[in-house]
């Protein structure tokens, strides 16, 4: 079965409570979004010395340091080198500074904000594609990537319902095209939901072995009225999907981590209540 793990916060930014609950619940692999108040990449030589103490107090390994690098800009008014630019591929190389400290091998990197038709023909090519928006994410994305080779670790880009990657098949396709086995995929099939891709099989077996680790949550999504509800686990509409999944990740030997989303909030409840209302059922259907 594959590895669970749990994006900290999801449980409570308070980052030694959520290592508690962590423990209450056996998890020992821990993904780093924010801790405190801080957003890792932002993390001072004092916090993140006394992230470092908890961690090895707690027993947890840290799966993957996700900053959301490089998400909401968009690709027509970014260049390599500008103000915007540098500020992020500075909070990336902070983001990597943080993961060999806290001996992670995986850092998040987003892509950019959504155009919405990348590639056509028919007559689609002149009317409806943003003309040389891919081509321009990749030249954008080279300079992270080549620091990650620097670096020796790997950047995992995100499938995001805002981000230029939304689906499997996206994913794999950059992957692909930017040739570097510093470059791979973070899964998170419930936001391909947003992009109409089916979790399982299209989204899994686009990816091939791009895959290097996955969100899971649950949720509804009604795209015409531009809405996402997040539900607790096995509820919404990534339920029939989560067998399929868990099955393929056994049979294929995925060897990363399935790190558990908790963006549920019940009603009258905390973000505690929806991870746990949910973790149980997830670590049955991966764990």
């Not at 996402?228 to 686990?233: G, I, K, N």
Request: aromatic residues 8%; proline residues 3%; charged residues 25%.
């Amino acid at each position: 079965m594959a590895t669970l793990g749990v994006i900290t916060d999801g449980i409570s930014r308070e980052f030694e409570h959520a290592l508690e609950v962590m423990r209450e619940h056996g998890v020992r692999q821990a993904e780093l979004q924010y801790v405190w108040d801080w957003e890792v990449g932002d993390l001072d030589d004092a916090v993140l010395g006394r992230v470092e103490d908890l961690v090895g107090q707690y027993g947890v390994r840290v799966s993957c340091v996700s900053r959301h690098n490089f998400a909401g800009l968009s690709v027509g008014q970014v260049e390599v080198g500008d103000a915007m630019h540098s500020a992020h591929m500075d909070a990336l190389g902070r983001c990597i500074a943080e993961a060999r400290a806290l001996h992670c091998g995986l850092v998040r990197i987003m892509s950019f904000d959504k155009e919405m038709i990348l590639f056509g023909s028919g007559g689609a090519e002149e009317w409806n594609v943003a003309t040389g928006a891919w081509d321009r994410l990749k030249m954008l994305l080279h300079p992270a990537v080549q620091r990650a080779e620097d670096e020796g670790v790997t950047l995992v880009v995100e499938t995001g319902n805002n981000a230029m990657v939304t689906s499997g098949h996206l994913g794999r396709r950059l992957v692909d095209e930017m040739g570097s086995d510093r470059l791979r995929v973070l899964w998170d099939p419930g936001n391909s939901l947003y992009c109409n891709e089916p979790a399982y099989p299209d989204g899994y077996e686009a990816l091939g072995a791009s895959l290097a680790h996955v969100h899971i949550k649950d949720l509804r999504v009604d795209i015409p009225k531009a809405t996402v509800e997040q539900c607790r686990f096995g509820d919404g509409q990534m339920a029939p999907y989560f067998g399929g999944i868990a099955s393929a990740l056994v049979r294929d030997r995925f060897r990363g981590v399935v790190s558990f989303e908790s963006v549920h909030r019940p009603r009258g409840g905390s973000f505690e209540d929806g991870f746990r209302a949910s973790f149980p059922a997830f670590r049955r259907t991966f764990g």
